[in-house]
């Protein structure tokens, strides 16, 4: 497709391309279920969806946007937003750093110069996350967590019990995990509630829609365009952006900057959560997985919008800067 003249776009226009980006890719069929716990096998490969949300409240979709899914990695973007919120900037580096890996995202593996997991976006780190909130919040951190997510999306949001149970009866490696960090003391007992925290903060269900709400409102300050409830705060929503424009697609982070150039986070449910900051929030599903674990579909999709509509945030022309005002506001 050739590149489209911004000023004279209108909705049915941003249908248009999302409804090329969906016939583009659907035969495409690259990729494969994640299979590493068994419930994850049983979605439908197929399924297929975009949806985007701005920052005053319109929602364009195409496919499959209303199918849930379980959140699974997306979540320690979120937590981590609310981990900053809860305790601070300063407490929450001291416990785990900004850099990116290099490594696999369930990688046992720290900083060497700090003995901290490298960033909030791999299991070591976000593993330490949810052990500071349970420190923080005892007993009631999972309501309490899934309560904020579901005012970011916009509604109640649940738990998928299956794909818990089997979080839970598979987790050796984070159990390893979270024990190791017990071992360096960089996190404290009681060490089996935060892994619980960590396997439920994944398990929690979501749609495409309900992701791009939950960026539009990462991408509004804080601020739920749909439902007008300030959700986050803003300085937390700063810093959570930029880990997830540098650490928030696995061992791809690096090619994702450089091509879509937008700060993300995917996870091996399928979905993947993108920004546009003060513009827009994007979610994609599909679930067959990239060596990396990232969606391919989703990452094909993302890439034809960040061409098609200037997103990338370094982009030469700042087509992007005016979207909401000038194409998606019609
Ligand atoms: N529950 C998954 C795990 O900890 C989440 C990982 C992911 O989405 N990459 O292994």
């Given at each position: 497709m050739d590149n489209l003249e911004i000023a004279s776009m209108k909705a049915s226009d941003i249908n248009h391309v999302l409804r090329h980006i969906y016939e583009t890719l659907i035969e495409n069929q690259d990729g494969a279920l994640a299979d590493y716990i068994p419930e994850l096998a049983k979605v439908d490969p197929d399924s297929f969806g975009?949806?985007?949300?701005?920052?005053n409240g319109k929602l364009f979709?195409?496919?499959?946007?209303?199918?849930?899914?379980?959140?699974q990695s997306i979540s320690k973007a979120i937590n981590?937003?609310?981990a900053l919120e809860l305790l601070g900037k300063k407490a929450v580096l001291e416990r785990v750093g900004v850099e990116p890996?290099?490594?696999?995202?369930?990688?046992?593996?720290?900083?060497p110069r700090t003995l901290r997991p490298y960033n909030p976006m791999v299991n070591a780190g976000a593993i330490t996350i949810a052990a500071l909130l349970y420190d923080h919040l005892g007993s009631e951190a999972y309501e309490y967590i899934l309560d904020r997510f579901s005012l970011a999306a916009g509604r109640q949001l649940k738990l998928d019990e299956g794909v818990y149970r089997s979080e839970l009866s598979t987790g050796h490696r984070n159990r390893a995990?979270?024990?190791?960090?017990?071992?360096?003391?960089?996190?404290?007992?009681?060490?089996?509630?935060?892994?619980?925290?960590?396997f439920r903060?994944?398990?929690?269900?979501?749609?495409?829609?309900d992701l791009a709400v939950i960026g539009a409102t990462l991408a509004n300050l804080g601020q739920n365009p749909v439902t007008g409830k300030q959700v986050f705060d803003m300085t937390a929503v700063r810093n959570t952006l930029s880990v997830m424009f540098t650490c928030g697609m696995y061992d791809y982070s690096?090619?994702?900057a450089h091509d879509v150039g937008l700060?993300?986070?995917?996870?091996?449910?399928?979905?993947i959560l993108g920004i546009v900051n003060r513009q827009l929030g994007i979610g994609t599903f599909s679930p067959r997985l990239d060596f990396n674990g990232n969606s391919v579909r989703g990452i094909a999709s993302f890439k034809i919008l960040s061409d098609e509509f200037g997103l990338h945030t370094f982009d030469p022309t700042n087509r992007g800067s005016g979207l909401v005002a000038h194409f998606f506001d019609h």
């Amino acid at each position: 497709m050739d590149n489209l003249e911004i000023a004279s776009m209108k909705a049915s226009d941003i249908n248009h391309v999302l409804r090329h980006i969906y016939e583009t890719l659907i035969e495409n069929q690259d990729g494969a279920l994640a299979d590493y716990i068994p419930e994850l096998a049983k979605v439908d490969p197929d399924s297929f969806g975009i949806s985007i949300a701005t920052n005053n409240g319109k929602l364009f979709s195409i496919g499959d946007v209303e199918t849930t899914f379980t959140i699974q990695s997306i979540s320690k973007a979120i937590n981590y937003c609310i981990a900053l919120e809860l305790l601070g900037k300063k407490a929450v580096l001291e416990r785990v750093g900004v850099e990116p890996s290099g490594d696999r995202f369930n990688a046992i593996e720290f900083d060497p110069r700090t003995l901290r997991p490298y960033n909030p976006m791999v299991n070591a780190g976000a593993i330490t996350i949810a052990a500071l909130l349970y420190d923080h919040l005892g007993s009631e951190a999972y309501e309490y967590i899934l309560d904020r997510f579901s005012l970011a999306a916009g509604r109640q949001l649940k738990l998928d019990e299956g794909v818990y149970r089997s979080e839970l009866s598979t987790g050796h490696r984070n159990r390893a995990i979270g024990h190791l960090l017990l071992s360096t003391q960089a996190i404290e007992e009681p060490v089996d509630a935060a892994l619980d925290l960590y396997f439920r903060q994944c398990s929690i269900s979501v749609s495409a829609t309900d992701l791009a709400v939950i960026g539009a409102t990462l991408a509004n300050l804080g601020q739920n365009p749909v439902t007008g409830k300030q959700v986050f705060d803003m300085t937390a929503v700063r810093n959570t952006l930029s880990v997830m424009f540098t650490c928030g697609m696995y061992d791809y982070s690096g090619n994702w900057a450089h091509d879509v150039g937008l700060p993300a986070k995917s996870g091996v449910g399928g979905g993947i959560l993108g920004i546009v900051n003060r513009q827009l929030g994007i979610g994609t599903f599909s679930p067959r997985l990239d060596f990396n674990g990232n969606s391919v579909r989703g990452i094909a999709s993302f890439k034809i919008l960040s061409d098609e509509f200037g997103l990338h945030t370094f982009d030469p022309t700042n087509r992007g800067s005016g979207l909401v005002a000038h194409f998606f506001d019609h």
